[in-house]
């Protein structure tokens, strides 16, 4: 049974331990930059407790997951590769582009290695069914993205690296990284970006004062897709009311489709929104964290263990690369670009 050892102890430990291990990984230990809170997450869990990752990617296991700040991502997944670990790195891919293309030098130098992004949500039933649907909208005129959640909106919630711009903070790449990666993964490549990304809440509390938050927690995107159609995303991490239905609705010359959660719906040829598929709650057991991405972390899960219990690597054909983890980054540098020069259309880099 591959042996998993995971680097952070935020999501890492709340949604990959439980969803892994129901996917019959066998996880194992964990690393953290809080001794303590890493021992006792590790007693918790019944994993070994590692105070520095160094040590943990030597460690006796199969692969590393990289579930830390942005800022971190480079070191630890050629530092893991090296080390002749497969590796899983969480998005956003690094901190740009350039450091996310050493990423991709790194993981063609270990070609034998699996070396990939956690865009999670790719292995989800309904994602793949548009995917497999796609072509019955015709031509695609836009896109729309529909994230609105209050999760941040508390200004007394305390400053972390969340709030850090510096170590790739933000939810233009918390969150817009993964309906980047979804436009992608339903065969809408993008040229250029317009983009306005905000900072709503500019301080928080920090120790015995506060502290200024340079990332962005508000994000309006339009993307310019290659057949000249245009995709528009908002995202809010401060929204006053409750958290709304994540959507990503396309609309195309013959129909439109929505993805909701775990729900595919489809209207097509004037027809009102019914459900195309629903998604798989039920295949999971036990624990239910993280709602739609902790069942697509559960069903990748499923995946790695192909992959590396039975050597077939088809089980992760449809996972995002290293290389898809540049393509998105590239799109996140743009869109910061264009929001620092107010708003101009911006290419993506080559």
């Not at 969803?19 to 997450?41: C, P, Q, Y």
């Not at 999670?120 to 039933?125: A, C, D, S, V, Y």
């Not at 069914?129 to 909208?137: K, Q, T, V």
Request: charged fraction near 25%.
């Amino acid at each position: 049974m591959a042996r998993v050892g995971i680097i952070g102890t935020g999501w890492g430990a709340r949604v990959q331990v439980p969803a892994f291990r129901e996917a019959g990984l066998d996880v194992v230990a964990i690393a953290g930059h809080n001794s303590e809170r890493t021992r006792k997450i590790g007693g918790d869990l019944d994993l070994e407790p590692f105070d520095d990752w160094r040590s943990l990617i030597t460690s006796n296991i199969d692969l590393v997951t990289i579930v830390t700040p942005p800022s971190e991502h480079l070191q630890m997944a050629t530092s893991a590769l090296d080390a002749g670990k497969h590796v899983l790195c969480e998005k956003p891919t690094a901190l740009n582009a350039s450091e996310a293309e050493e990423l991709v030098a790194a993981g063609r130098k270990h070609p034998d290695q699996i070396a990939l992004i956690d865009h999670e949500l790719r292995f989800l039933p309904s994602f793949r069914a548009a995917r497999d649907r796609i072509g019955d909208l015709g031509g695609i005129r836009y896109a729309e993205v529909r994230y609105a959640s209050p999760g941040r909106g508390d200004r007394t919630r305390a400053w972390n690296w969340w709030s850090d711009a510096s170590q790739g903070g933000g939810i233009w790449g918390a969150v817009g990284s993964h309906f980047v990666d979804m436009l992608r993964f339903l065969g809408m490549e993008i040229e250029a970006v317009q983009a306005t990304l905000r900072t709503i809440i500019d301080e928080r509390p920090f120790e015995n004062g506060t502290r200024r938050v340079t990332s962005d927690d508000f994000a309006d995107v339009a993307l310019r897709l290659a057949n000249g159609a245009i995709a528009s995303m908002t995202f809010s991490a401060v929204a006053s009311g409750p958290d709304e239905p994540t959507t990503l609705t396309i609309h195309g010359e013959e129909g439109a489709m929505r993805l909701a959660g775990e729900d595919l719906l489809t209207a097509l040829r004037g027809e009102l929104f019914t459900a195309a598929t629903k998604g798989s709650r039920s295949d999971r057991r036990g624990n239910s964290a993280g709602g739609a991405f902790g069942t697509g972390t559960f069903l990748l899960g499923r995946a790695l263990k192909r992959a590396i219990d039975d050597g077939d690597r088809s089980a992760i054909a449809d996972a995002a690369t290293f290389e898809d983890g540049l393509m998105q980054q590239r799109v996140l540098d743009a869109a910061r670009e264009s929001s620092a020069s107010d708003g101009r259309w911006t290419a993506l880099s080559s």
